[in-house]
């Protein structure tokens, strides 16, 4: 058995982000992790992050929104490249030509969405958290079948941090090689659901 401290706040949001980063170096070096996911949409979660990180030994990768979705400022963009972070931007792992049906027929429902409402339940950070580990392994930013840190928020910054298994998108329920949630280190007590 293990003990390990989990932090829980009682709303989410941006104001929990330097507690969540901390929280999440500290479990990443009590682990011996290699990697780190950080959602980012403007960049500044990201650079927050890799200077957390910044002489620990491990790799940060930043997610972006999909292009068009979010405005990424491109001082971060030189930071993160400074501090040596990779920065992924690609199409949500939970985004598909299905969910686009919804957008012309009230009602209709994908598997995507019942799995990111699932999710949501523990934080929209929990969904994002998910979603930007599988689209860095996707991107070749990470291995597949790798432990790794992944930080997310609701809305901006960050406020829900866990340990999980690596994988492809496109293996996310396989028995072997598909997603494990292993532990959670941050997570908001009031949630947000859009």
């Given at each position: 058995m293990v003990k390990r401290e989990v932090h829980y706040f009682d709303s989410f949001g941006a104001q929990n982000t330097e507690q969540t980063i901390e929280a999440a170096k500290k479990a990443a070096l009590s682990h011996g992790l290699k990697y780190v996911v950080v959602a980012t949409a403007s960049g500044s979660s990201g650079v927050r992050t890799a200077e957390a990180f910044k002489n620990t030994g491990m790799k940060v990768v930043v997610v972006t929104e999909y292009a068009g979705m979010a405005e990424f400022m491109e001082e971060n963009r030189k930071k993160l490249t400074e501090l040596e972070a990779v920065v992924i931007t690609s199409t949500h792992a939970f985004l598909s030509p299905a969910e686009s049906i919804s957008k012309l027929h009230s009602g209709y429902c994908s598997e995507n969405t019942t799995i990111k409402d699932v999710l949501r339940r523990f934080s929209q950070g929990?969904?994002?958290a998910a979603e930007i580990v599988m689209m860095a392994t996707d991107a070749g930013a990470i291995p597949m079948g790798e432990d790794v840190i992944s930080i997310a928020?609701?809305?901006s910054g960050a406020d829900t941090a866990i340990v999980v298994k690596s994988c492809h998108s496109d293996d996310f329920f396989h028995k072997e090689r598909?997603?494990?949630f292993k532990e959670i280190i941050a997570m908001p007590r009031k949630k947000k659901f859009w």
């Open positions: 929990m969904k994002v928020g609701t809305g598909g997603i494990e």
